[in-house]
């Protein structure tokens, strides 16, 4: 990666900046997953290996440039444009088995794709502030266009296992994908004093997005002839409008803020699936009323509310009342009958510090409620393949908290650290038309302790655990549990004045019932660096990763219907060797500078 940067003001009223930035990342994925899926009262296993290698070259160029007419009044364009160009081999291969361990279906793909895209978006921003004091005016449009332009081949073995028989389905495909999009956005805001701290806002945005893209599929003959394949080749256009009148009211006092508004929002779609010249036409009307409150009972004692509203309609994907069926094992069928999700969300912040006591108290707490959340329905088949189709429910719930409190321990020169998470998630699950409310539930404990004197070294060590809970409540034999286990240590030692070693060790445990075996492994890390130089300007560090050859890049987790293993490929023990020049000498406010990296394998 690299990029330049230019800066060049024509006047105290005229300022430009430009900025341009290349990157390439290549990377290669091995992805080992096993399943274990819910059937009814039942559970069958699945399992996948992944081999995806991918390049991707991206260029970037930004533009800003800002005039000010006077202190009042000043305008901002901003053009941003993108370049990219992607090259991807993915291989998989699937297995589904029985609840009695049988091999019922398995599938080997092998796809190519090279896919180029561009994008270009601009923004003009006016601000002016007026003579009367907290009277103001604010205008903005955006607009941006975009293009992605993709090519791939598609090889697939499907096996079905039937009473002893298989069934075999080969594929051999071309596939084209085009996409044009086309965005824009305007919004206004009139702000007006009414005395006292209290202020009116008025707004208006009006958003458009709009975009057209067709996937068309060819069946590739042995002799390398195309056949277009009308089954699964797709085509739509879609166009949303957005139009959002609104009012706000502020109190402003000396140790509170309160804003309180609501928008009115419709929204059209207007949908076009070109293959079968099916037309979807959909209207939605809300109300969006929102409300922020801040106290701060001290400089260092504040508390924040927060809650707002927002709608997310069906994408058309999701309305298109066709099947999509390019994975055999696992067929879509739109729903033209869906309605918008309407979601409430709450947030309260808390935050303490006493700077005689060294004490400090950070709480979090989040909640939402999505009315008419969509989600997907689940038919499995006696082969177990799968329907999926997307339905609305009456409402999902979720809530999460944080707590993190420190205080010294004066008795042992030390600081204790607590820290907490809670997560609950309600909603439910279809499958084969029965109908289950899911609760889950994650929620994890941390404390450490440190060294307060921090002169010399500095010592660090804790432990985390993570409780994951999954209840059903039609089918109380499937609910699961499964615990993550960390024990860390952080140390660090400056010595010799211009010498430091630094070394962090991990050690992680993953266990529960739901899986065959307990998982552990230890994760050490270590570097020594020294600065050189009257000023220490340079710096050489060089750095061992995973010391004892023990990474595994594991994780466990579940949803709402499956829990899951997943292990991918890490970097095992490998070093690393840094030169860093700084621009600003040590203590001498922020350092800016050049690293030069080198590093060699075990």
Do not use: C
């Not at 099947?323 to 696992?330: A, K, M, T």
């Not at 510090?353 to 499995?380: M, P, Q, V």
């Amino acid at each position: 990666s690299g990029g330049l940067n230019f800066n060049y003001d024509f006047n105290k009223s005229t300022e430009l900046s430009l900025n341009y930035f290349y990157n390439s990342v290549t990377n290669r994925l091995i992805r080992e997953t096993a399943r274990i899926n819910f059937l009814n009262n039942e559970t069958f296993n699945s399992g996948d290996t992944a081999i995806n290698e991918t390049q991707n070259h991206n260029h970037k160029a930004d533009l800003k440039l800002k005039h000010f007419f006077s202190k009042e009044e000043d305008i901002t364009f901003r053009s941003n444009l993108g370049f990219n160009n992607s090259e991807g081999n993915f291989a998989t291969t699937s297995r589904t088995f029985t609840p009695e361990g049988a091999l019922q279906n398995s599938r080997i793909t092998a796809n190519n794709s090279n896919r180029d895209g561009f994008n270009v978006s601009g923004s003009l921003l006016y601000r002016k502030r007026f003579k009367k004091e907290g009277r103001s005016l604010t205008a903005r449009i955006n607009a941006a266009v975009s293009q992605n332009d993709g090519l791939g081949f598609l090889n697939s073995n499907n096996q079905f296992f039937v009473e002893n028989i298989i069934q075999t389905q080969l594929l051999n495909q071309q596939q084209e994908n085009d996409k044009e999009g086309f965005s824009y956005q305007g919004t206004l805001n009139y702000t007006e004093p009414l005395g006292k701290g209290k202020f009116v806002q008025l707004s208006y945005d009006r958003q458009n997005l709009s975009d057209d893209q067709s996937t068309l599929f060819f069946d590739i003959e042995n002799d390398g002839g195309l056949i277009p394949n009308d089954l699964l080749t797709n085509a739509f256009a879609r166009d949303y409008l957005y139009d959002r009148p609104g009012v706000n009211f502020m109190i402003n006092k000396k140790k509170s803020n309160l804003n309180l508004g609501v928008k009115a929002q419709n929204s059209e779609l207007q949908g076009t699936i070109n293959t079968n010249d099916t037309k979807i036409e959909r209207s939605f009307q809300n109300l969006l009323p929102s409300l922020r409150w801040k106290y701060s009972f001290t400089t260092s004692n504040r508390i924040n509310f927060e809650y707002t509203t927002s709608v997310q309609e069906p994408s058309l994907r999701q309305l298109q009342p066709i099947v999509d069926n390019r994975n055999p094992f696992v067929i879509y069928r739109g729903n033209p009958d869906l309605k918008v999700e309407y979601a409430h969300r709450g947030r309260l912040n808390y935050s303490l510090f006493d700077s005689f006591s060294f004490t400090s108290l950070f709480i979090t707490l989040r909640g939402s409620i999505i009315e008419n959340k969509i989600t997907n329905a689940t038919r499995i088949d006696e082969l177990l393949r799968q329907e999926v189709t997307p339905l609305n429910i009456d409402a999902e719930y979720q809530t999460n908290g944080y707590i993190s409190f420190s205080t010294p321990l004066k008795f042992i020169e030390s600081k204790i650290n607590i820290t907490g998470n809670t997560f609950y998630n309600r909603s439910e699950l279809f499958i084969n038309d029965g109908k289950n409310k899911v609760d889950r539930s994650i929620n994890s404990i941390d404390i450490s302790l440190e060294n307060r004197k921090k002169t010399i070294f500095d010592l660090k060590v804790g432990g985390k655990l993570e409780f994951n809970s999954t209840r059903y409540s039609s089918n109380t034999e499937l609910d699961q549990d499964f615990v993550n286990r960390t024990i860390y240590s952080d140390l660090s030692i400056d010595f010799l004045k211009t010498w430091n070693f630094t070394t962090n060790f991990d050690y992680r445990i993953f266990e529960g019932d739901a899986f065959d075996n307990n998982i552990s492994f230890p994760l050490w890390r270590a570097e020594i660096s020294n600065s050189f130089g009257k000023l220490r300007r340079l710096t050489a560090k060089l750095s061992v990763f995973d010391i004892l050859n023990e990474n595994t890049g594991i994780n466990r987790n579940s949803a709402f219907n499956f829990i899951q293993e997943q292990q991918i490929n890490v970097l095992s023990r490998y070093f690393m060797f840094s030169l860093t020049y700084s621009l600003s000498a040590f203590g001498d406010g922020q350092k800016s500078g050049v690293v030069i990296r080198s590093s060699s394998g075990r």
